[in-house]
Nanobody, 119 residues
Framework: QVQLVESGGGLVQPGGSLRLSCAASGRIFRINNMGWYRQAPGKQRELVAGITRGGTTNYTDFVKGRFTISRDNAKNTVLLQMNSLKPEDTAVYYC?????????????WGQGTQVTVSS
């Protein structure tokens, strides 16, 4: 079994910054793609940013230039640095990892962390 634990959410004023972290533990041989998603009240979960094992990144348009995704393969960790935050960034943020555990690759989700951008 694999567990993803997130941290770093909270309340921040518009224009502020937050750093989210997600660490995986358990039966892990290799982690392929990692990503961050978010879900605002009344909306569907949407992709924010993704990163391959080799470090190639992709971002949705609404966060380009403001958010940065990175990973530490040795620590099975993915980070999301969020700068210039806007009220519309308010949502629950979830990390996602595609984990290969000697048998099969599966997608796992973190428990979610609340990010609130408000003055």
């Amino acid at each position: 079994q694999v567990q993803l634990v997130e941290s770093g959410g909270g309340l921040v004023q518009p224009g502020g910054s937050l750093r989210l972290s997600c660490a995986a533990s358990g039966r892990i041989f290799r982690i392929n793609n990692m990503g961050w998603y978010r879900q605002a009240p009344g909306k569907q979960r949407e992709l924010v940013a993704g990163i391959t094992r080799g470090g190639t990144t992709n971002y949705t348009d609404f966060v380009k230039g403001r958010f940065t995704i990175s990973r530490d393969n040795a620590k099975n960790t993915v980070l999301l640095q969020m700068n210039s935050l806007k009220p519309e960034d308010t949502a629950v943020y979830y990390c996602n990892m595609n984990v290969y555990n000697f048998d099969v690759a599966r997608n796992y989700w973190g428990q979610g962390t609340q990010v609130t951008v408000s003055s």
